[in-house]
C-alpha cells in the first residue's frame, strides 16, 4: 500500500484507501432485517429525547429554549445531510434497500411523517410551555397590537433608520427567473393585489440578510422585552410597497441539499475544490419549504412551484419561524436564575501549575474527562511547547477549532520561532470547511506545513505529538482524546483527553502521522489502531475473544459508550455475544440500529442514552477480557464511515488509574435513572424509573467526583523544607 505524494496529501491504494460508495448503505449485509432499526428514525428519535428536555419543567426556563432551538437546529442539519442524500439517490434512481429493508423514496415518507409529528411536538412545547413561561419570568415576545406607544415609535425609527435602507425587495414576474434563496435564512413574501389591467398578483421576496437581528430589543420598564422581525417587517410593508395593495406578507425559510462532497481523487486544488463544493451548496436543491400555517394556499403553490417543492416536503407551522434562532434568549444577562448554575471545570489534583507539563508528564499519566475537568492543561501543553527552546517538533491534527483558536496560534508562534510544525487540517469537515480553510491559509504563512488530510478518506483522529531534546535523549508526549481541540466545545462536550510520554504510545502517534502525511506505508502500530486499516478488526477481536471465554465458562462483560451504532457487522458481533450469554451494556447517545430485548438474538444486551446539560460526546469501550481488563477511548463511533471512510484512532489506556477511572465513568453513566432513557426493541425510548434507588444524574455525578478530586489538592497540607548548609545532613 504505497503513498504516493500529490499535492501536498496522499492517495492510499488498496482495500483500505479512497473508497467511493455508491449509495449510503455500504455496509448492508445482514441476516434479517428484523435485526435493525433504520438509521434516519433513529436519529429523529434522538432529537426526541433532545425536544423531550425542553419539555422536562425541571430544567430552567432558558435552558429548556435552548434545548428546543437545538432541536430545530438539528433538524435543520439533518435535512440538509441526510433528507439531502436521500433525494439525490431517488433523483438519481438509485432504489437499494437499507439493512431495514427500506429503499430511499421509503424512507423519505417515513422521515416526512415522523418530522411533521416532531414539528407539531416543538410548537407545543414554544406556544403552549415555554412563550407563557418566559412571560411569567418577565421576558415578553410582543405582538404588533401589543406595543405601547413608545415602543411602536422605536420600532417606526428602526425602519425608518435601518430597515428600509438594509433590506431590499426583490420582484418577480413570470417571466423573470426566480433569485437564489439563501439556506436555512429567513425571507419574507409578499403577494400584491393584480393591477389595473388584471395581471397578476404580483409576488417579491425580501431575504433577511446583513446586520439585522432576528430578535428586535424593545423598551421595557422591567424585565426583557422583543418583537420579532419578520412582524415588524408585517407592521411596514406597505413603506416598501407605495401605491401597492399589499394582501399577503409571510415569513418563510428554506433548507437546500448540502450533501455535497468533493472528489478530492481527481482535484488538481483541494481547497479551490472545497470552494466549488460551497458555492454549490448556495444552489442546491430546497429540501424543505417551512412556512405559516395561516398562509394561503395561492402564495403556498407559487412557492412550491418557483421551488420545485412538493407537499410532501412543504411543512406549515404553528408559530414563529427557525426555533433555533431564539438560542440567545438562552444567554440572557440578568437572568442568571433562570439557567442551569454554573459548574466550573476543575483543576486536576495530579498536575501542579508551578511545575511544566513535559516534567508532570514525565512522572505519570494524565487523563482528563471534560468539562468536568479543565482543558486548560491541555492547552498549556501546547502553549509549553510553543516557547520551549528545547523542543524540536510538533504535529497535530485539526478537525474543528474555535473562532479564535489558542491552539492554532500557538502552532504558529511555534513555527515562526523556527521548530517543525506540521498541522493536519481536516478542510472537509462538513460546515466548518470555511474555518478550516482560512486556518490552513494562515498557518501556511506562519511557515507550518499544512497537510489538507488523506484523498478519499476524512481525518477525524485527535492527536498532538511534540517532539523534545532531553538530557536523556529525544522523547516524544503525546495527547490523544475523543474530542476537538477547541477549547469552547470543551466546556460544553463530555469527552476523554489522554496525556502520555509512553514510547510505544509516542511511536505509535509518530507512525501515525508519517503514514498520513505521506512518508512512509501504513504500518503495524504497538498499542493503538486505526481506521480504516484495522480499528474495525480489533473491536471485532475483543468482542470475540468475550466470546471464546464466556464459551469456556469464565466470566465475560463488554461495556461501550458511544455517539452512534451503525454498523452491521459489529451489531451482529454484539449479537453473536448476547446469544453466548455475555451481558453486553451499550451507552449510545444517538443513532442506534440495534434492537435490543429480542430473546434469542439480543435479550442480553441493554441499550440505554442520556441527554442532559452536556452533549455526550466521548467514546469509551470496555472488554473484561478473562480478568486482564481492557480499556479504549476512541475518535471513532461504530459506523461504517467511521470505520470505512475516515482516519480514525483506537487508543487503549493501560496507566491502571486512568483506566479505574474511565470503568468508574461507565458504571456511572449506568446508574443514572434521571436523564438516561431506555431503549426498546421497537425504537423506542423510554425512561428508567428506580422507586428502590435514590436519584443519580449522572453527568451530576461526574461533575462532583471532579470536584471531590480536585479538593485533595487544595487541602493539601503545605510541607516546609528548609534549605540546609553544605555538608549537613
Same mark, same amino acid.
Not at 542 to 554: A, F
Not at 696 to 718: D, G, H, I, M, Y
Given at each position: 500500500?504505497?503513498?504516493?505524494?500529490?499535492?501536498?496529501?496522499?492517495?492510499?491504494?488498496?482495500?483500505?484507501?479512497?473508497?467511493?460508495?455508491?449509495?449510503?448503505?455500504?455496509?448492508?449485509?445482514?441476516?434479517?432485517?428484523?435485526?435493525?432499526?433504520?438509521?434516519?428514525?433513529?436519529?429523529?428519535?434522538?432529537?426526541?429525547?433532545?425536544?423531550?428536555?425542553?419539555?422536562?419543567?425541571?430544567?430552567?426556563?432558558?435552558?429548556?429554549?435552548?434545548?428546543?432551538?437545538?432541536?430545530?437546529?438539528?433538524?435543520?442539519?439533518?435535512?440538509?445531510?441526510?433528507?439531502?442524500?436521500?433525494?439525490?439517490?431517488?433523483?438519481?434512481?438509485?432504489?437499494?434497500?437499507?439493512?431495514?429493508?427500506?429503499?430511499?423514496?421509503?424512507?423519505?415518507?417515513?422521515?416526512?411523517?415522523?418530522?411533521?409529528?416532531?414539528?407539531?411536538?416543538?410548537?407545543?412545547?414554544?406556544?403552549?410551555?415555554?412563550?407563557?413561561?418566559?412571560?411569567?419570568?418577565?421576558?415578553?415576545?410582543?405582538?404588533?397590537?401589543?406595543?405601547?406607544?413608545?415602543?411602536?415609535?422605536?420600532?417606526?425609527?428602526?425602519?425608518?433608520?435601518?430597515?428600509?435602507?438594509?433590506?431590499?425587495?426583490?420582484?418577480?414576474?413570470?417571466?423573470?427567473?426566480?433569485?437564489?434563496?439563501?439556506?436555512?435564512?429567513?425571507?419574507?413574501?409578499?403577494?400584491?393585489?393584480?393591477?389595473?389591467?388584471?395581471?397578476?398578483?404580483?409576488?417579491?421576496?425580501?431575504?433577511?440578510?446583513?446586520?439585522?437581528?432576528?430578535?428586535?430589543?424593545?423598551?421595557?420598564?422591567?424585565?426583557?422585552?422583543?418583537?420579532?422581525?419578520?412582524?415588524?417587517?408585517?407592521m411596514s410593508v406597505q413603506r416598501f410597497f407605495p401605491g401597492e395593495t399589499v394582501e399577503e406578507c409571510v415569513a418563510f425559510r428554506i433548507v437546500r441539499n448540502a450533501d455535497l462532497s468533493l472528489r478530492d481523487d481527481g482535484a488538481y486544488d483541494l481547497l479551490a475544490g472545497l470552494e466549488e463544493v460551497l458555492d454549490a451548496r448556495k444552489q442546491s436543491d430546497a429540501v424543505r419549504?417551512?412556512?405559516?400555517?395561516?398562509?394561503?394556499?395561492?402564495?403556498?403553490?407559487?412557492?412550491?412551484?418557483?421551488?420545485?417543492?412538493?407537499?410532501?416536503?412543504?411543512?406549515?407551522?404553528?408559530?414563529?419561524?427557525?426555533?433555533?434562532?431564539?438560542?440567545?434568549?438562552?444567554?440572557?444577562?440578568?437572568?442568571?436564575?433562570?439557567?442551569?448554575?454554573?459548574?466550573?471545570?476543575?483543576?486536576?489534583?495530579?498536575?501542579?501549575?508551578?511545575?511544566?507539563?513535559?516534567?508532570?508528564?514525565?512522572?505519570?499519566?494524565?487523563?482528563?474527562?471534560?468539562?468536568?475537568?479543565?482543558?486548560?492543561?491541555?492547552?498549556?501543553?501546547?502553549?509549553?511547547?510553543?516557547?520551549?527552546?528545547?523542543?524540536?517538533?510538533?504535529?497535530?491534527?485539526?478537525?474543528?477549532?474555535?473562532?479564535?483558536?489558542?491552539?492554532?496560534?500557538?502552532?504558529?508562534?511555534?513555527?515562526?520561532?523556527?521548530?517543525?510544525?506540521?498541522?493536519?487540517?481536516?478542510?472537509?469537515?462538513?460546515?466548518?470547511?470555511? #474555518?478550516? %480553510? =482560512?486556518?490552513?491559509?494562515?498557518?501556511? *504563512? @506562519?511557515?507550518?506545513? &499544512?497537510?489538507?488530510? /488523506?484523498? +478519499?478518506?476524512?481525518?477525524?483522529?485527535?492527536?498532538?505529538?511534540?517532539?523534545?531534546?532531553?538530557?536523556?535523549?529525544?522523547?516524544?508526549?503525546?495527547?490523544?482524546?475523543?474530542?476537538?481541540?477547541?477549547?469552547?466545545?470543551?466546556?460544553?462536550?463530555?469527552?476523554?483527553?489522554?496525556?502520555?510520554?509512553?514510547?510505544?504510545?509516542?511511536?505509535?502517534?509518530?507512525?501515525?502521522?508519517?503514514?498520513?502525511?505521506?512518508?512512509?506505508?501504513?504500518?503495524?502500530?504497538?498499542?493503538?489502531?486505526?481506521?480504516?486499516?484495522?480499528?474495525?478488526?480489533?473491536?471485532?477481536?475483543?468482542?470475540?475473544?468475550?466470546?471464546?471465554?464466556?464459551?469456556?465458562?469464565?466470566?465475560?462483560?463488554?461495556?461501550?459508550?458511544?455517539?452512534?451504532?451503525?454498523?452491521? #457487522?459489529? %451489531? =451482529?458481533?454484539?449479537?453473536?455475544?448476547? *446469544? @453466548?450469554?455475555?451481558? &453486553?451494556?451499550?451507552? /449510545?447517545? +444517538?443513532?442506534?440500529?440495534?434492537?435490543?430485548?429480542?430473546?434469542?438474538?439480543?435479550?442480553?444486551?441493554?441499550?440505554?442514552?442520556?441527554?442532559?446539560?452536556?452533549?455526550?460526546?466521548?467514546?469509551?469501550?470496555?472488554?473484561?477480557?478473562?480478568?486482564?481488563?481492557?480499556?479504549?477511548?476512541?475518535?471513532?463511533?461504530?459506523?461504517?464511515?467511521?470505520?470505512?471512510?475516515?482516519?480514525?484512532?483506537?487508543?487503549?489506556?493501560?496507566?491502571?488509574?486512568?483506566?479505574?477511572?474511565?470503568?468508574?465513568?461507565?458504571?456511572?453513566?449506568?446508574?443514572?435513572?434521571?436523564?438516561?432513557?431506555?431503549?426498546?426493541?421497537?425504537?423506542?425510548?423510554?425512561?428508567?424509573?428506580?422507586?428502590?434507588?435514590?436519584?443519580?444524574?449522572?453527568?451530576?455525578?461526574?461533575?462532583?467526583?471532579?470536584?471531590?478530586?480536585?479538593?485533595?489538592?487544595?487541602?493539601?497540607?503545605?510541607?516546609?523544607?528548609?534549605?540546609?548548609?553544605?555538608?549537613?545532613?
Amino acid at each position: 500500500m504505497a503513498p504516493v505524494e500529490r499535492s501536498g496529501y496522499i492517495r492510499w491504494f488498496g482495500e483500505t484507501g479512497n473508497r467511493r460508495r455508491l449509495s449510503r448503505y455500504a455496509d448492508a449485509k445482514m441476516a434479517t432485517t428484523d435485526h435493525y432499526l433504520n438509521r434516519e428514525l433513529s436519529w429523529l428519535e434522538f432529537n426526541q429525547r433532545v425536544l423531550d428536555e425542553a419539555r422536562n419543567q425541571a430544567v430552567p426556563v432558558l435552558e429548556r429554549v435552548k434545548f428546543l432551538a437545538i432541536t430545530a437546529s438539528n433538524l435543520d442539519e439533518f435535512f440538509m445531510v441526510r433528507v439531502g442524500g436521500l433525494h439525490d439517490l431517488t433523483r438519481h434512481g438509485i432504489s437499494r434497500q437499507d439493512p431495514t429493508g427500506l429503499d430511499p423514496s421509503q424512507q423519505l415518507e417515513k422521515i416526512a411523517e415522523r418530522s411533521r409529528r416532531m414539528l407539531q411536538d416543538q410548537y407545543d412545547c414554544w406556544n403552549v410551555e415555554l412563550e407563557p413561561a418566559l412571560a411569567d419570568s418577565g421576558i415578553h415576545r410582543l405582538r404588533a397590537d401589543q406595543l405601547s406607544d413608545g415602543q411602536l415609535q422605536m420600532i417606526q425609527r428602526r425602519v425608518d433608520e435601518e430597515l428600509l435602507a438594509v433590506l431590499t425587495p426583490m420582484a418577480i414576474s413570470e417571466e423573470a427567473d426566480f433569485p437564489l434563496l439563501s439556506n436555512h435564512t429567513l425571507h419574507v413574501c409578499v403577494k400584491c393585489a393584480a393591477d389595473e389591467q388584471g395581471s397578476g398578483p404580483r409576488y417579491a421576496i425580501m431575504p433577511f440578510l446583513g446586520p439585522v437581528p432576528r430578535l428586535l430589543t424593545l423598551p421595557s420598564a422591567e424585565g426583557y422585552a422583543f418583537l420579532l422581525l419578520e412582524e415588524a417587517i408585517a407592521m411596514s410593508v406597505q413603506r416598501f410597497f407605495p401605491g401597492e395593495t399589499v394582501e399577503e406578507c409571510v415569513a418563510f425559510r428554506i433548507v437546500r441539499n448540502a450533501d455535497l462532497s468533493l472528489r478530492d481523487d481527481g482535484a488538481y486544488d483541494l481547497l479551490a475544490g472545497l470552494e466549488e463544493v460551497l458555492d454549490a451548496r448556495k444552489q442546491s436543491d430546497a429540501v424543505r419549504l417551512e412556512i405559516a400555517d395561516t398562509t394561503g394556499d395561492e402564495l403556498v403553490a407559487f412557492l412550491q412551484t418557483r421551488l420545485r417543492i412538493t407537499d410532501r416536503e412543504t411543512y406549515r407551522v404553528t408559530g414563529p419561524l427557525d426555533l433555533a434562532a431564539f438560542m440567545q434568549l438562552s444567554r440572557l444577562k440578568g437572568f442568571e436564575n433562570l439557567q442551569f448554575p454554573h459548574w466550573a471545570p476543575q483543576p486536576c489534583p495530579d498536575i501542579d501549575p508551578s511545575v511544566s507539563m513535559f516534567e508532570t508528564l514525565r512522572g505519570r499519566d494524565i487523563l482528563l474527562y471534560h468539562p468536568f475537568d479543565s482543558f486548560e492543561p491541555v492547552a498549556r501543553l501546547i502553549d509549553e511547547a510553543a516557547d520551549d527552546p528545547d523542543v524540536l517538533a510538533i504535529k497535530q491534527t485539526l478537525y474543528r477549532t474555535s473562532s479564535h483558536s489558542p491552539v492554532v496560534a500557538a502552532l504558529k508562534r511555534a513555527a515562526e520561532s523556527g521548530k517543525n510544525v506540521t498541522a493536519l487540517v481536516e478542510v472537509q469537515a462538513r460546515f466548518d470547511e470555511a #474555518r478550516n %480553510i =482560512e486556518w490552513s491559509k494562515q498557518l501556511e *504563512q @506562519a511557515r507550518v506545513q &499544512v497537510i489538507y488530510g /488523506v484523498k +478519499g478518506l476524512k481525518t477525524h483522529a485527535k492527536m498532538c505529538l511534540i517532539v523534545r531534546r532531553e538530557p536523556e535523549g529525544i522523547r516524544r508526549y503525546v495527547h490523544m482524546g475523543t474530542g476537538n481541540y477547541n477549547e469552547s466545545t470543551a466546556r460544553l462536550y463530555c469527552d476523554v483527553s489522554y496525556m502520555t510520554c509512553q514510547e510505544e504510545i509516542a511511536a505509535d502517534a509518530t507512525a501515525c502521522f508519517n503514514a498520513i502525511s505521506g512518508y512512509s506505508q501504513p504500518q503495524e502500530f504497538h498499542r493503538i489502531e486505526m481506521a480504516p486499516a484495522g480499528l474495525r478488526g480489533k473491536l471485532l477481536e475483543m468482542i470475540e475473544i468475550e466470546i471464546q471465554h464466556k464459551r469456556q465458562g469464565e466470566h465475560a462483560h463488554i461495556v461501550a459508550k458511544l455517539n452512534s451504532l451503525v454498523d452491521t #457487522r459489529i %451489531i =451482529e458481533a454484539l449479537y453473536k455475544a448476547s *446469544q @453466548a450469554g455475555i451481558v &453486553v451494556k451499550l451507552n /449510545v447517545r +444517538g443513532i442506534c440500529c440495534l434492537r435490543p430485548g429480542i430473546v434469542g438474538l439480543s435479550e442480553n444486551i441493554e441499550v440505554i442514552s442520556i441527554v442532559d446539560r452536556y452533549l455526550e460526546h466521548a467514546r469509551i469501550f470496555y472488554f473484561f477480557h478473562g480478568g486482564d481488563e481492557r480499556v479504549f477511548i476512541s475518535s471513532a463511533d461504530w459506523m461504517p464511515r467511521n470505520l470505512d471512510r475516515r482516519i480514525e484512532l483506537l487508543i487503549p489506556i493501560e496507566h491502571s488509574a486512568s483506566k479505574h477511572r474511565l470503568i468508574g465513568i461507565l458504571d456511572t453513566y449506568f446508574q443514572d435513572n434521571v436523564k438516561a432513557r431506555r431503549l426498546q426493541a421497537n425504537g423506542d425510548y423510554q425512561p428508567i424509573v428506580s422507586h428502590q434507588s435514590p436519584p443519580v444524574r449522572s453527568q451530576e455525578l461526574l461533575f462532583q467526583q471532579a470536584c471531590e478530586l480536585a479538593a485533595v489538592r487544595e487541602f493539601r497540607p503545605t510541607v516546609f523544607e528548609p534549605h540546609r548548609a553544605s555538608g549537613t545532613q
